[in-house]
């Protein structure tokens, strides 16, 4: 007797029929391709998460994440609870950052890669608790530690069959947000990612909140390369959107001038993003200028080429809103 599976000529479930199965409603909904609202992967105060209706893909601006369905059961079902509401789970990350760390020295193409982006800084590298996550050997470690693979999984730290989601990356804690990030050495299509729930505020705010300026960049490596040449009030976005914390905090700081820094991709997203993030800072009372760079560079790369601290402030001089 010929057997057929159940539900097998059935079409599979749409990304925006599962969301709303599970409870979600859109906040945003033109009947165009995108569908906008809070994002169920972290506490969400404005929409920020992105559905296409057309790609079956989310992303949301506020934690970084996105994929496809499959992805977003994963994470789904890993998101019980945030890492900054358990002592034992804050242990257990922090754990994590400094095994990462020690495998920096460890291992010759993490150090490369390092290196290729500008980076060589050693103060800088231990202050940012830079790390890298070689593979095979995260889950053994905390397992020797008392930690289960269950724990493991549930923070997002290794998936179903136990195997490091950080595989291959860069590491950068975010402590604060008790969150890590990491970028790949590779240049798949996941090059960059987050443990589930929320990126936090902006990386470095409380080192520059002290100071009369502040530039704000879109990533860890742009940071620690303007860390690197003098300029201590760089923090970064962590993306091209800010979140509510972030714009708080910008919207906050009273008369401080804010420089904005995005990257200068050939197809314009980064500039289209630096005039969005100053048109909302200027709607909050806040003076923002938009700094541009040569085309094709960021400002990790700008130094990398050869660029000095100088050539920055002339970028700096420049800047308009």
């Given amino acids: 007797m010929n057997y057929t599976p159940r539900n097998a000529f059935q079409p599979p479930i749409s990304l925006l029929d599962f969301l709303q199965q599970r409870g979600w409603k859109p906040s945003r909904d033109n009947g165009r391709e995108e569908v906008a609202g809070l994002c169920p992967l972290h506490r969400d105060h404005h929409p920020s998460f992105y559905v296409n209706r057309r790609k079956q893909v989310f992303y949301c601006h506020g934690c970084g994440r996105g994929g496809g369905l499959a992805r977003l059961i994963r994470l789904l079902d890993g998101f019980h609870q945030s890492t900054t509401e358990s002592p034992a789970a804050e242990k257990l990350l922090d754990r994590t950052y400094r095994?990462?760390?020690?495998?920096?020295?460890?291992?010759?193409?993490?150090?490369?890669?390092?290196?290729?982006?500008?980076?060589?800084?050693?103060a800088v590298i231990e202050r940012m608790r830079i790390g890298y996550a070689p593979g095979a050997c995260l889950r053994g470690y905390l397992e020797r530690l008392g930690y289960s693979r269950q724990a493991l999984l549930a923070c997002g730290l290794a998936d179903e069959r136990?195997?490091?989601?950080?595989?291959?990356?860069?590491?950068?804690?975010?402590?604060?947000?008790?969150?890590?990030?990491?970028?790949?050495?590779?240049?798949?299509?996941c090059r960059h990612r987050f443990l589930p729930g929320s990126k936090g505020g902006l990386y470095g705010w409380d080192q520059a909140v002290a100071f009369p300026r502040v530039i704000i960049v879109e990533g860890l490596f742009e940071v620690a390369a303007l860390w690197q040449a003098g300029f201590p009030h760089a923090v970064a976005v962590l993306g091209s959107h800010l979140n509510n914390r972030q714009i708080?905090?910008?919207?906050?700081s009273g008369e401080r001038l804010t420089y904005i820094c995005f990257d200068a991709d050939r197809n314009g997203s980064g500039q289209r993003a630096a005039r969005r993030v100053s048109f909302q800072l200027r709607q909050g009372g806040v003076e923002a200028l938009r700094v541009e760079l040569p085309c094709g560079h960021d400002p990790a790369s700008f130094f990398a080429a050869g660029a000095g601290a100088c050539d920055f402030r002339r970028c700096l001089e420049r800047a308009r809103p």
């Fill in 99 to 122: 095994f990462y760390h020690r495998q920096l020295a460890r291992f010759d193409e993490a150090r490369s890669y390092l290196a290729a982006r500008g980076i060589h800084d050693r």
């Fill in 162 to 189: 136990g195997r490091d989601g950080f595989f291959r990356c860069l590491t950068f804690p975010l402590p604060q947000a008790g969150n890590l990030y990491g970028r790949s050495l590779g240049n798949g299509i």
């Fill in 248 to 252: 708080i905090e910008l919207c906050r």
